[in-house]
């Protein structure tokens, strides 16, 4: 019988397990919330894989009555996050490139909706049940209560919708450092990973949250401020939107 070890990192609300051989994670959810994530995690894992973009593959999928498992082959390499400060110079411009190609995916073949017109909704509900862990914000909005986020994201909504209409990319929705894999040898990129939010949005969705994640130096020291800026100088962005950034950054403090 197949043996499994409990992994506890990330933030992810299901049971997460890897295989003793390491070629396998399962997650499995066993309330109606996070049950609906792991649906959307695995049709997108499926949708993905599918356009030999690398990826993990969907190997099994049990459901019943109390409780649903999706367990996905392992992508091979190690976390973007993991790297050592010697190699991040040097993965700076493959980790722009992987998001580049990510997004260079035709958006007429991607059935996921990420856009404005879906994610706002989503935040209005989340304030609503009381579901923002103002615990967990960025260090420019702690202090802040969630109706007053809420106020500013809706206030901005109209000029990022604006925007976001010229410029709809295949996003992966949480392009964090830990969900982008290289070879730690040769610094090639392998894939992603967490790809329950991926779907059609502003490519500035993504160029927020990997800069943010690349930044925030007491996540991931070994880069910093100046590895965010060549970080979307090597995706091609030399003059960033300033104001979309921001505004993709609050949009996640509701997730």
């Given at each position: 019988m197949e043996q499994w070890e409990r992994?506890?990192?990330?933030?992810?609300?299901?049971?997460?397990?890897?295989?003793?051989?390491?070629?396998?994670?399962?997650?499995?959810?066993?309330?109606?919330?996070?049950l609906a994530e792991l649906v959307a995690e695995r049709d997108r894992v499926a949708w993905l894989a599918a356009t030999g973009f690398p990826a993990p593959a969907v190997l099994d999928w049990v459901?019943?009555?109390?409780?649903?498992?999706?367990?996905?082959?392992?992508?091979?390499?190690?976390?973007?996050?993991?790297l050592a400060p010697a190699h991040v110079a040097?993965?700076?411009p493959r980790?722009?490139?992987?998001?580049?190609?990510l997004h260079a995916l035709p958006v007429a073949g991607c059935p996921f909706d990420?856009?404005?017109?879906?994610?706002?909704?989503?935040?209005?509900?989340?304030?609503?049940?009381?579901?923002?862990?103002?615990?967990?914000?960025?260090?420019?909005?702690?202090?802040?209560?969630?109706?007053?986020?809420l106020a500013d994201l809706l206030a901005d909504r109209g000029r990022a919708e604006a925007a976001e209409a010229h410029d709809?990319?295949?996003?992966?929705?949480?392009?964090?450092?830990?969900?982008?894999?290289?070879?730690?040898?040769?610094?090639?990129?392998?894939?992603v990973v967490d790809l329950g939010r991926l779907g059609v949005a502003d490519r500035y969705l993504d160029l927020a949250l990997l800069t943010r994640?690349?930044?925030?130096?007491?996540?991931?020291?070994?880069y910093g401020a100046e590895a965010a800026r060549t970080l979307l100088r090597e995706y091609g962005v030399?003059?960033?939107?300033?104001?979309?950034?921001?505004?993709y950054r609050l949009l996640d403090e509701f997730f």
């Open positions: 992994v506890t990192l990330g933030a992810t609300r299901a049971e997460v397990r890897r295989s003793s051989d390491g070629a396998a994670y399962a997650k499995t959810a066993r309330d109606p919330s996070t459901e019943d009555a109390a409780s649903a498992t999706l367990v996905t082959s392992t992508v091979a390499g190690v976390p973007a996050s993991d040097d993965a700076l980790l722009a490139g992987l998001l580049r190609d990420h856009r404005l017109a879906v994610t706002v909704p989503t935040a209005v509900r989340a304030v609503a049940a009381d579901q923002l862990d103002l615990l967990d914000l960025d260090p420019e909005r702690r202090g802040r209560d969630a109706a007053s986020l709809l990319v295949v996003c992966h929705g949480d392009p964090c450092l830990p969900n982008l894999l290289l070879d730690p040898d040769t610094l090639t990129p392998t894939g994640s690349a930044a925030a130096t007491d996540l991931n020291p070994q030399g003059d960033p939107d300033e104001f979309r950034l921001s505004y």
